[in-house]
């Protein structure tokens, strides 16, 4: 069988169930889409999909070749401290794109967000931030894609779950005769491989399968806490007026000590459905599988936990943070 699966890209065959692409022989004629898809799409049953490193790398260095437009799809939500390796991997004309607007409150000033990723020095013509729940600033990115495109080919990458396969749902809704969509889901590795998408005689996109950065919390707990992880709606922050000597613990998944400073304000941006309760410091508390880090934190800091969201602390501080050993945590300059 040589057809793809016009849910994910990937290859379709009828030979071995446990491997990607596998439809029913006695369906495969007419089935469109691959198992896989069709559960997640209509179940909502997950079936995980390990991609490599190696793998993404291989598909970025195809799209450069090309020359061509990318369309860089950073989540808003989950700016990662490694922006610049895409910038480093692809010679292509490149438009930055922060998705989900609608997850941070409308009040967020999104030129201090624009401020941040400045300071990574990419080498990119233009930037925009678009929430295609929301249909915020479609029409002007689909304009912008237009202007600086080299072909009709342009590509969509980033990591998993930036929102890649939604945001070409849309162009398909919104520009396109053609009424197949894409599989999209909120869980890692849903697009297995490339898809040429004809939006119109003057725009093809192709959708690409998302780096699963090492270090995200998405691969660390399995699917039914990621649902509680993953933020779907705006996301209201919650403020700690807290003392030295004084816990935030994050369900059990993270225990945040603060140990030196004045009195001091914590910020959490995290989905709304974790729980969060102000202690005061007990070693005894475990968190899951939890490695300490430790950070002496300057005025207007963000502490970052990969994949869950952030803490923007006011003053100085000496705070610990308890996590999962695989769940990379760093600071950087407060974003909003
Ligand atoms: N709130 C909100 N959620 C969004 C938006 N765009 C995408 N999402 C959600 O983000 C999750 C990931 O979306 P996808 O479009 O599947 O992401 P992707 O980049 O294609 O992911 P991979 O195929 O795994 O690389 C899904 O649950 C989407 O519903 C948005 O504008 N706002
Ligand atoms: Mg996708």
């Given at each position: ?7 994910c ?9 446990e491997?990607?692409?596998y ?9 469109k ?7 997640l ?18 598909i970025?260095n ?28 692809l010679d ?6 922060l ?41 002007k ?14 590509y ?34 849903t697009?297995?491989?490339l ?29 039914m806490l ?22 935030l613990l ?5 225990r ?9 304000s ?22 899951r ?6 950070f ?10 990969s ?8 003053n ?21």
């Amino acid at each position: 069988m040589n057809k793809r699966c016009s849910g994910c890209g990937v290859l379709l065959q009828y030979d071995k169930p446990e491997l990607e692409g596998y439809v029913e022989h006695n369906i495969c004629e007419k089935s469109k889409i691959c198992r896989r898809c069709f559960r997640l799409r209509f179940y909502g049953d997950y079936i995980f999909v390990n991609k490599s490193h190696e793998e993404y790398e291989n598909i970025l260095n195809q799209i450069s070749r090309t020359g061509d437009l990318v369309v860089y799809m950073v989540d808003m939500f989950d700016i990662s401290d490694e922006l610049i390796n895409v910038d480093n991997l692809l010679d292509n004309p490149l438009i930055l794109v922060l998705t989900k607007r609608d997850l941070l409150p409308k009040s967020v000033k999104e030129n201090k967000i624009f401020k941040h990723i400045k300071t990574y020095n990419l080498d990119i013509i233009d930037m925009i931030s678009i929430s295609s729940e929301k249909n915020y600033n479609l029409d002007k990115l689909y304009k912008m894609i237009m202007k600086h495109k080299k072909s009709n080919n342009v590509y969509i990458v980033g990591n998993t779950n930036a929102g890649k396969s939604s945001f070409i749902n849309k162009m398909i809704k919104n520009y396109s005769n053609n009424k197949v969509f894409i599989t999209t889901s909120m869980l890692p590795t849903t697009t297995l491989d490339l898809m040429e998408i004809k939006i119109n005689d003057k725009l093809t996109i192709v959708d690409t399968p998302g780096l699963v950065e090492e270090g995200n919390i998405v691969n660390s707990y399995d699917y039914m806490l990621l649902k509680k992880i993953l933020p779907k709606k705006e996301v209201k922050p919650r403020t700690y007026q807290i003392m030295s000597n004084s816990s935030l613990l994050i369900e059990d998944l993270v225990r945040v000590d603060y140990i030196e400073g004045e009195r001091n304000s914590f910020t959490l941006y995290l989905s709304n459905e974790l729980e969060v309760n102000s202690v005061k410091i007990n070693p005894i508390i475990k968190v899951r599988n939890f490695k300490r880090h430790s950070f002496e934190v300057n005025s207007g800091e963000d502490i970052v936990i990969s994949g869950l969201g952030w803490i923007k602390i006011v003053n100085k501080a000496v705070v610990e943070v308890f996590v999962n050993e695989n769940v990379k945590v760093y600071k950087r300059e407060s974003i909003i």
